[in-house]
């Protein structure tokens, strides 16, 4: 499989077409925003971390019953993904309350959820990422209500695989953001990625956070931690075979 026309360049990744029609390479990049592309940076060696992170949950999440984009991977950076029309929604589940929950609403960071939450946010950078709930993304015509339906049926799927696999990795997995897209026939499937770029992730022990938070709030070692959390979770791969 070889890259093509590049498609699309975003803040993380770089997308190319490819000579199947079907199938997109994604690249991914050390580049790191947050704030709505407010604080730019680099995190060194995030791309790799993040390719093979996403790629090794990816194919879990499908063995478990989530069809997802994950076609293979190709070298460290870059993997063939099955190419869909993103649906331009942020679907984010919360167990635990962080970040903009908690300044939204005022409480603390670190209560755990009696049940998890989920939230939408329209895709859409020059509004901010607005959150909307189902009834918003049915009227803006984002998506369908069977697909909404489908989108929170797998993003709960997705929350009660990854909770308990990062558990058995000694990870704490409080919140995430995943997308969603469609096929050509329609089919919804799990895109983009699953990383400490997406996800909120603290070791169970110390509380330690091992995810981008260490670079939005200035907190330092972060190509650290995204290197510890990687070792945890190949750590408990390699047990686990
Ligand atoms: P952003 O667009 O937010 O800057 P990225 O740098 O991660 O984000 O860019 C990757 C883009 O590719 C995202 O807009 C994402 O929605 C899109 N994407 C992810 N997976 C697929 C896929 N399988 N097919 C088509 N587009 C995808
Ligand atoms: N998130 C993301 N992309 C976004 C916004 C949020 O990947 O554009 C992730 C973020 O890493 C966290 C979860 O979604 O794991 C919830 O983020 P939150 O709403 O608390 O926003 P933030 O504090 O990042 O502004």
């Known amino acids: 499989m070889e890259k093509r026309k590049l498609m699309y360049e975003g803040k993380a990744k770089k997308v190319f077409e490819t000579d199947n029609l079907e199938l997109l390479i994604v690249s991914y990049k050390d580049d790191a925003t947050a704030f709505n592309g407010l604080k730019k940076g680099s995190i060194s060696g995030k791309g790799i971390i993040n390719n093979k992170m996403s790629n090794l949950l990816m194919q879990r999440l499908e063995k478990n019953g989530v069809p997802t984009h994950f076609v293979e991977e190709i070298n460290d950076r870059e993997t063939v993904v099955k190419k869909v029309t993103i649906l331009p929604l ?6 635990i309350s962080a970040g903009s929950f908690s300044k939204r609403y005022g409480v603390e960071e670190g209560i755990t959820f009696e049940t998890p939450t989920i939230e939408f946010s329209y895709k859409n950078d020059e509004l901010g990422d607005p959150l909307l709930n189902s009834y918003h993304a049915i009227a803006l015509g984002l998506c369908s209500k069977e697909e909404i339906k489908i989108v929170k049926k797998y993003a709960f799927a997705v ?15 409080v919140d995430f953001k995943i997308e969603f897209g469609k096929l050509s026939d329609g089919t919804i499937i799990l895109a983009d990625e699953i990383s400490p770029d997406t996800c909120r992730l603290w070791d169970s022990k110390t509380k330690e956070k091992l995810d981008k938070d260490r670079f939005r709030r200035d907190l330092g070692g972060t190509e650290e931690a995204y290197a510890e959390v990687m070792k945890k979770l190949c750590g408990h791969i390699r047990e686990d075979i």
């Open 159 to 173: 929350n009660k695989y990854l909770k308990a696999f990062w558990a058995s990795c000694g990870v704490i997995l």
């Open 90 to 95: 942020e679907i984010i589940i919360r167990n």
